[in-house]
Each structure stands twice: as structure tokens, then as C-alpha cells.
């Protein structure tokens, strides 16, 4: 080959993986957790401080862990997404009210649908440092081991509700 | 009506820019001085077109005209009027209007300095710039335009960036762009003298003035940037090795590396086919710094607001503009003849591989820069490349280009010989050693980095007397300040920049070994006590500027007792955007700089603060400006000054492109 | 004598006004944790450190590193930790592993074809070139010419 034609060969290299690059997203973080444990945890209840919300609770069964916030403005973009999906039954999402005011999230929820069998408190942001979430709203899919098979950062949108999600809950409920 | 002027004039400067690209560069080809003369005036009617939308752009934030777009979203009615003309680069559309009218400023001027070129070389270098401003007036037009309208008009704008509100910032992005478009200039020579075949020594002494004045205001820009980041960012530091600051970075190693391969050209006539690549890269690394801060693909402190289709533009611009040249480089490049012999150990092989080290530091900085986009696009995982990285990457790569910088200078040209060098070195490499050694232990903290970095920087300076002494010796007679001034300029200038390298590594040197901090709680008449100096706080006063409310600390800082100077920290609130700014008050010195800056209201009128001892660090930026003086220095050469009042080529066409040789 | 300490004391507001206490209580554990959050990189921020960000996330980190460091855990563990949770975006320093290895040899692998590169076409070039384009001849001429220059000018 010419070696007059390296500087282009590399060029091209380049304009090819930038191409890639303007298709993805810098900020968006995989999770080294999926495949592993979901960490445990025992957080109050927001509507009954006094009873522990845990995972263990939930062996068996095939869930979604939703972290949100009354302050988050992505929580209220994706909250018809959820009262949608909670609505069908599908599979039970199960809150973790992020570094929040107790009042607030209660109003908020009150104000706009509960979709959440049972909302955990994380006031101190301890449970969403464990799980690795760096910004609300973040879901989990967790299968019936307790372990973590899919993280949705950002907010979930009912396409990949239709196409990720469901698909997903439904072959870890066949297993 | 006055926006609608200056979308207009942008349309007319696209048209003229089509002309400029085509006919010029056509009638080179075959010959048309017809056409060939189209050049000159299609470049200055460009200039004044593009200078049009951007008065009238100007206008309108002076006006504060909300019902243009742009003007709505980077102003506000209570922004102070030298901000709201700063915010007219302040955002993506605005800046790279700046960008173009840059560009056709160098365009003016090409035509201005031109006279002593060919007719056929003039025609083509401003046919390539008309070219490259193609792109950007097209980009302006279809996905960026600063003049679109808002209807319903705002009522007011959403505000400048209050981090972009400050002096710095009027100044800084100006001064940056200057040299990273300056570079345009090279780039054209290049492509011009590949599209023309005559690749020879007297294109190098052409491109050497231009390559230089761009490379002057890319140093100053890139200074002035990293000292906006030190006092407006707030914690005191003066390099992230964030991605935009890199995007910088890389055009600047480039085009020192391109300044040096200039001078074995333009001197020996040797290495013009790696010179005019340096050309080409220089500037490609400046479109690439564009690509990489407004399409989003990296994350940065200062990214501009992106959006993927602009990213697609100018990826595709890159790609013709960038991929044209190299494929035209790889195409024309090995008919380029050789030049004049030289051996490994001479002036022409040092700065060789001075270039070598160079662009070993730029591939790094481009490595580092890219990978994790690399990594991300191939599914391999997400990393973060920050300054631990760079750091322990680039000083090995720099140290031994330092030291080929105090050596280059006094080797000579063709055949030098390293026992003699060894022999005129060995005070100055002894003096270096000795003092970089003892001066840490009397300072009474040694560590290797701090060693080193004295070491280099004490060779610079005194490898550079060695050089003067020795020169000086070469002119007979007169008196010592006769001698002094019977040196060329361009060897000051060489001088200079490289004793500019030496104060900057001081300063990095010292504030990395030396610097303190402290964060403390301070309440009321207490009193905290950094590098000698008493800090005694005096409490809060609110005050009120043009659009912001702010909190202003005073501390009054003593040495000795006695006091010697009066601090005013602020906590500032911007109305607009609600967004808190920590504005740090400095008191800057020759020796070291106070910083404090005000942190968070405790209880009971108590502040959390945090004070800065930082010795030294204002020669990191004052190295710069040396350098580029140096520089500076070096363009006012006599030589320059006769070339451009010429009329005829000032060097004969050399034999290069006759013999067809591969290099 | 004690009064008229005192009395000096309470005249001389300076003298009597402390010294300002460390924002921190344990100021060792803070440049553990200062030395630690500048390597590591504030998730929901644009570009910033851990040491540098006041973002809730920031602060929240910084909280459980403190916490970490309270309970004598050593830089690797704390580390470790972080990673497990957030990945090797977290690190500023990538760890040197199989995708990473070309970052890291990279620089250097640069240099050595670069220096390589220049001493072969250095070797090379020493056999070929003959004659020399730019000869002093012409330098001479050259510089006569811009001297005639100057001097018409």
C-alpha cells in the first residue's frame, strides 16, 4: 500500500467511529449490576413508615424496582407510562421514593396516580447508591431469584415498555 | 428588518463563497487570469458580507431584539451591553458566525499580504478558504441560523450563561478561534501548493508568518481560557484535560510542531512532504475540536447545546474537507522531491524529532480523547479518561522534547556533533542538575516531579544563554547592546517562546509541589491562616449587581501583622436563570496568588470557605503570553516585512518538484 | 496582671477572635477523601470530579467514602466498592485490562513507530539525496535579493 495513503486510512477510521458516536449517548452508564443480586436492603414504607419494605419480600416473583422523586420532572414524563402498565397487570412495580420529602411524595402521588403496590423511602439516597442509580428515574427488571436482568435509566417510554419490558418479564416468568 | 439583512448578507456571502471556491481555483488550472482574478475581490466582498450579519447580528443583542431566536435564548434586558455583545458568540449559532467572519478576516487579510505571491498561488489559496467557508455558511444556513426568528416575539431572553459572564469570556473565544481558523491559512497554502505542484522552499517561507501569527493567537486563546476556568469555575484549577479543553489542545501541539517543520523547509528545503501533512492536520484538528464540543458525542463542562443533525453536518463536512485534502496529499505527495541531506544528529534532525515527540503528545491527547467513544461504539463498556491519565501519558512524552528544545537551537545545520554539543552543554546541563536538585530541599519539599520539573525548565533558560552567548560571539565589533540588537528578530522570537516554555513549566512545577488549601468554617471575625498569610473574615454584605443579587464576603489578609490586602469573595444568585455562580476574589502576585472563594451560609452568620495558597501560578499563564511574544517577535522579522512589500516570489522555485523522489 | 491581660484581650477584637475550625472534623480522613475524589468522576455532572461537584450525587458519594474511610477500609476496597456500583466510568485512571490496553501502550507505541519511522527515512534518505535543492548558492542569492529589496523599498 501507498504510505501516502495512511493519514486517510486513519481519517476514514475516525469519521466512521465518530458516525457511530453521534448515535450514542455520552451520559448513559451501563450497569455493572444486571446479572447480579439485587442488593438488599429494608427501607420504611411511605405510606406505613413503620413497616419494612425488602426485597426479600418478593422472592419468587418477577418485579420492577422504580426509583423516582417528587422533585424529578423525568419521573413526571414517564408516570402514564406506569399507571398504564400497572394498570395491566402485567407485572407489579414496586416504588423507591429517591431523596425525597415524605409530604411531598405523598401529595405528588396523591395528585397524580399510584401505580406502586408498595413504595419504599430512600431519604438518605443509601439504597440508590447500592443499586448504582446517578440519576432518577432508573428501573429495574429482577427476576425470581433476585437478580437484576435489565436497568432503564432514564425515563421508560411505552415503546420500550412494548419491546423491552414485557418481553422481558414474560420469558423471566416462564423460567 | 435589520436580522432579516443579515440572514440575507449570509446568503449573498454563500453565493460568493461558491465563486471564490470555483473559479479562482479552476482558472489556476488552466491557465485564466480572468478567472484567477475573481480571487481578490470575491474574498473581500465575502469579508464585508459576512462582517454585515454580524454587525447586524451584534445590533439586535445591542437592541435586545427578542424576537430573533438566538437573541432570545443566550440575552436578557438586564444583561450589561458589553455581555450582551459578548453573547453574541456566546451559544453554537452565534459562535460560528464568529467563526466565519474569522475566517474571512484571514481571508481579507491573505489579500491584503498577497502581493508578493504568484498569481496562480493567491487564486488557490483563497479559492480552498472560499471552500472551507462554503461549509460553514452552509451550516449556518440549514441548521444553525442565528437569525431565525421567534414569533411571538420573547418578552425577555433567557440570559447569557452566567458562567460566560465575564471578562474572560469577552476576550477568550476570539482569541481561540483566530488561531484554530488562522490555521485555515497553512491549510490553504498546502492544499494550494499540492494542487499546484510546487511544493518548495518558498512556500515554507510563505506559510511561516501566517503559521505563526495563528499559532501566537491559539497560545493566547488557549491561556486565556484555562485562566477563565481558574477564577470563574471556582475551585482553583487551571487544567481538566476536559474534552473541549483537549479539542484545543491538539490543533495547538500540531501547529508547534508544524512551526518547526516550517524552519527545516523553509531553511533546507527538507521534509516539505511531512510539513504540508502537519498543515493539513493543524487544521483538520481545529474542525475536529469543532465536531467534538457541538455534536455531543463527549460529554464536556463546556459543550455547547447539541443536537444530532448539526453533529451529522459537520461530520459530513469533515469528511470532504478533511478526506479531500488527505486523499489529495496521498495523490500529489510522492512526486514532492526530497530536499537537502542532512545527518541524524544536526539542527534539521532534532527538530524532527522534537516534531516526532510532538505529534507522539498529539496522537495521545487524541487517543485519550476518543477511546471512550472507541470503547462505547464497539459495545466494550463505558470508561472515563481524565487527568491521571493524561498526566502520566504526556510527561514522559514531554521531557525528552524539553530537553531536544535546550540542545536544537545550538546544534548546527546539516552535520552536528554530539561530543561537541556534549562539551558547549556540559555547564548549562550541570547548573540545571545541581539547582533542580538543592532548590526543592531548601524549599523544604522534594519530590521527584517537582526535580524534574525545575530540571527542565533550569535547561531551557540557561541552554538558551549558552545560545545567545555563542551567537553573539559570531558578530565581530561593536558594543554589547550593538551585538544584542544585531541578532535577528526571528531568533528572539525563538528565543523568547522557548524561555516562555521554561516559565510556564514553573509555574505548573511549583503550584503542583507547593500549593495548600484549606476549607474551613469561618464565623465572624475569625481568622484562618495559608502560606504565611492571615485570612480574617468580616463577614457578609448583600449586594446587588445589574442581574444577579449576591452575597460579597470581605476577608482581610495579612502577613506579619500587617495587613496587605482586602479580599471580596461573592456568592452570586443570577435572577434569570436562577443559578448560583461562586465568583473567587484573587489576589494575584508575581510570587503566588491568594484565592478565596465563599462556599456555603452556616448557622449563626458563619460561611464554609476556601482559601488557596497558590505560589507561582500566574506564570503558568504568563509562560503562555511569552511564548506567544515570542512568536510575535519572530513574525516581525525583517525578512517578513520585506517579503510582503515584494512584488516577485522572494525565493527562486527550487529543483524540488522536478526530481521525482519519494521522501 | 491577669486584668490587664484580659483588658488587652477584649480591647484588641483580632487577638480575641479564633482561629476558624476546619470545615471537617477529621481533617486526615479529608485529604484521604480529597486525594481519593479527585481520580474519580461525578456521575450525573457534565466533566467534573468527585472532589469537585456539589451535585447531590456528589455529596452523597463523598458521604459514603467518608464513611468507608471512618471504617478504615483501604483506597483499593473503596474503590472496588464505587466500581462494583457505577462501573469503571467512576475511575479517571482507567484500569489497565484487555480493552483498555491500547490506551495506555498506545502513547508509547506511537512514539516508537514515529522514532522508528524518522531514523528510517532518515537511513533512507542519506542514500538518496544527491544533490541539494536548496544550496547555500541560493541562499546567498536569495538574501541579496531581499537585501536589493529592502533597499528599493
Known amino acids: 500500500m501507498n504510505r501516502f495513503l495512511l493519514p486517510l486510512s486513519i481519517f476514514i477510521v475516525v469519521v466512521v467511529f465518530l458516525g457511530v458516536g453521534l448515535k450514542l449517548n455520552p451520559r448513559e452508564i451501563p450497569s455493572p449490576l444486571v446479572g447480579k443480586a439485587a442488593p438488599d436492603f429494608s427501607q420504611p414504607q411511605l405510606y406505613d413508615p413503620a413497616t419494612v419494605f425488602s426485597p426479600a419480600d418478593l422472592k419468587g416473583k418477577v418485579w420492577l424496582l422504580n426509583f423516582w422523586a417528587s422533585w424529578c420532572s423525568g419521573c413526571r414524563t414517564e408516570h402514564p407510562v406506569l399507571m398504564e402498565l400497572a394498570k395491566s397487570g402485567e407485572v407489579p412495580i414496586f416504588g423507591m421514593d429517591y431523596k425525597d420529602q415524605r409530604d411531598e411524595a405523598l401529595a405528588w402521588l396523591k395528585r397524580w396516580g399510584n401505580p406502586y403496590p408498595v413504595v419504599g423511602v430512600d431519604d438518605a439516597g443509601r439504597v440508590g447508591i447500592n443499586y448504582g442509580v446517578y440519576g432518577v428515574p432508573e428501573t429495574y427488571v429482577i427476576d425470581k431469584q433476585g437478580v437484576i436482568r435489565y436497568k432503564q435509566i432514564g425515563p421508560l417510554d411505552p415503546d420500550t415498555v412494548a419491546k423491552k419490558i414485557l418481553p422481558l418479564v414474560k420469558q423471566l416468568e416462564s423460567q | ?663 | 496582671m491577669t486584668w490587664v491581660m484580659l483588658i488587652v484581650l477584649l480591647l484588641s477584637g483580632q487577638v480575641w477572635a479564633g482561629e476558624a475550625r476546619p470545615l471537617a472534623d477529621d481533617p486526615v480522613a479529608e485529604a484521604r477523601l480529597k486525594h481519593l475524589a479527585v481520580e474519580l468522576r461525578c456521575l450525573v455532572c457534565q466533566n467534573q470530579t468527585l472532589a469537585d461537584s456539589n451535585a447531590p450525587l456528589a455529596e452523597d458519594l463523598r458521604r459514603e467514602v467518608r464513611e468507608m474511610i471512618a471504617k478504615d477500609m483501604s483506597d483499593k476496597e473503596i474503590i472496588e466498592f464505587l466500581v462494583a456500583r457505577y462501573g469503571d466510568f467512576v475511575l479517571y485512571r482507567p484500569p489497565l485490562k484487555a480493552t483498555t490496553t491500547l490506551l495506555w501502550v498506545g502513547p508509547f507505541v506511537l512514539l516508537m513507530i514515529g522514532a522508528t519511522a524518522l531514523i528510517i527515512t532518515l537511513r533512507r534518505r542519506a542514500h538518496k539525496v544527491v544533490d541539494v535543492p536548496v544550496t547555500d548558492e541560493e541562499h546567498r542569492r536569495v538574501e541579496q535579493l531581499l537585501a536589493e529589496g529592502s533597499k528599493r523599498s
Open chain 2, 1 to 663: 428588518m435589520i436580522p432579516e439583512i443579515g440572514h440575507f448578507a449570509l446568503i449573498l456571502a454563500l453565493c460568493v463563497a461558491v465563486v471564490q471556491g470555483i473559479l479562482p481555483i479552476y482558472g489556476a488550472a488552466v491557465g485564466n487570469s480572468a478567472l484567477m482574478a475573481v480571487a481578490k475581490p470575491a474574498a473581500r466582498g465575502q469579508f464585508l458580507l459576512v462582517l454585515t450579519a454580524f454587525c447586524c447580528l451584534g445590533y439586535a443583542f445591542a437592541e435586545k431584539d427578542f424576537s430573533v431566536l438566538y437573541v432570545a435564548a443566550t440575552s436578557n434586558s438586564q444583561l450589561p451591553l458589553h455581555y450582551r455583545l459578548a453573547a453574541i458568540w456566546g451559544a453554537h449559532e452565534g459562535s460560528l458566525l464568529l467563526w466565519t467572519f474569522i475566517l474571512t478576516i484571514w481571508m481579507f487579510a491573505v489579500t491584503l499580504f498577497s502581493a508578493h505571491l504568484p498569481d496562480a498561488t493567491r487564486s488557490r489559496i483563497l479559492g480552498v478558504m472560499g471552500l472551507v467557508s462554503i461549509g460553514f455558511l452552509l451550516f449556518m444556513l440549514t441548521v444553525s441560523n442565528p437569525f431565525e426568528r421567534l414569533i411571538p416575539a420573547a418578552l425577555d431572553g433567557r440570559d447569557l450563561n452566567p458562567l460566560l459572564q465575564d471578562p474572560g469570556m469577552v476576550i477568550h473565544p476570539p482569541m481561540l478561534y483566530m488561531g484554530y481558523v488562522g490555521f485555515s491559512v497553512a491549510f490553504a497554502f498546502a492544499i494550494a501548493a499540492l494542487l499546484g505542484g510546487n511544493l518548495d522552499a518558498a512556500w515554507a517561507r510563505w506559510s511561516r508568518p501566517w503559521t505563526t501569527v495563528a499559532w501566537c493567537f491559539l497560545t493566547v486563546g488557549i491561556a486565556m481560557g484555562s485562566g477563565w476556568a481558574y477564577y470563574e469555575l471556582g475551585w482553583g484549577g487551571w487544567w481538566f484535560w476536559d474534552p473541549v479543553e483537549n479539542a484545543s489542545f491538539m490543533p495547538w501541539l500540531a501547529g508547534t510542531a508544524l512551526v518547526h517543520s516550517l524552519a527545516v523547509t523553509d531553511k533546507r528545503g527538507g521534509f516539505k512532504v511531512w510539513t504540508v501533512l502537519l498543515a493539513i492536520m493543524a487544521f483538520s484538528l481545529s474542525l475536529l475540536g469543532t465536531f467534538l464540543v457541538r455534536s455531543g458525542v463527549l460529554t464536556s463542562v463546556h459543550a455547547f447545546a447539541t443536537d444530532p443533525k448539526r453533529g451529522l453536518f459537520i461530520l459530513a463536512f469533515l469528511a470532504v474537507v478533511i478526506g479531500g485534502s488527505l486523499a489529495l496529499y496521498a495523490w500529489r505527495a510522492p512526486r514532492v522531491g526530497l530536499g537537502g541531506s542532512f545527518a541524524m544528529v544536526s539542527r534539521e534532525g532534532m527538530l524532527l524529532a522534537n516534531n516526532v515527540l510532538l505529534v507522539a503528545a498529539m496522537g495521545s491527547v487524541l487517543l485519550g480523547t476518543l477511546y471512550p467513544l472507541f470503547l462505547d461504539a464497539l459495545d466494550l463498556g463505558k470508561i472515563s479518561v481524565g487527568p491521571p491519565y493524561f498526566d502520566s501519558v504526556f510527561v514522559p512524552l514531554m521531557t525528552p522534547a524539553i530537553f531536544l528544545m535546550g540542545i536544537g537551537p545550538l546544534a548546527q545545520w546539516k552535520k552536528a556533533s554530539l561530543p561537541d554539543l556534549a562539551k558547549r552543554l556540559q555547564w548549562a546541563f550541570a547548573v540545571s542538575v545541581v539547582t533542580a536538585l538543592a532548590l526543592p530541599v531548601v524549599m523544604g519539599n522534594w519530590t521527584p516531579l517537582l526535580s524534574l520539573g525545575l530540571l527542565l525548565a533550569i535547561w531551557i533558560a540557561t541552554t538558551a544563554v549558552v545560545t545567545l552567548r555563542e551567537r553573539l560571539a559570531h558578530v565581530s565589533g561593536g558594543s554589547f547592546i550593538e551585538r544584542l540588537a544585531s541578532v535577528p528578530r526571528s531568533y528572539w522570537g525563538m528565543l523568547v517562546a522557548h524561555c516562555g516554555i521554561a516559565v510556564f513549566i514553573v509555574g505548573v512545577t511549583m503550584v503542583k509541589g507547593f500549593e495548600s488549601e484549606k476549607d474551613v468554617r469561618m464565623n465572624v471575625g475569625e481568622t484562618a491562616t495559608i502560606g504565611d498569610y492571615t485570612f480574617r473574615f468580616d463577614g457578609t454584605q448583600d449586594v446587588v449587581g445589574p442581574n444577579y443579587t449576591a452575597a460579597r464576603g470581605t476577608f482581610r489578609v495579612s502577613l506579619d501583622g500587617r495587613e496587605t490586602t482586602v479580599l471580596y469573595p461573592e456568592k452570586r444568585r443570577y435572577s434569570v436563570q436562577n443559578q448560583v455562580m461562586t465568583e473567587a476574589a484573587i489576589d494575584p502576585g508575581l510570587l503566588r496568588d491568594l484565592y478565596v472563594s465563599l462556599g456555603e451560609p452556616l448557622d449563626d452568620g458563619a460561611w464554609s470557605v476556601r482559601l488557596y495558597h497558590k505560589p507561582f501560578v500566574d506564570w503558568i499563564w504568563g509562560g503562555c503570553f511569552i511564548m506567544a511574544l515570542g512568536g510575535a517577535l519572530a513574525v516581525s522579522d525583517r525578512r517578513y516585512r520585506i517579503a510582503w512589500g515584494r512584488q516577485k516570489p522572494a525565493v527562486p522555485v527550487s529543483t524540488g518538484t522536478a526530481r521525482r523522489k519519494v521522501a
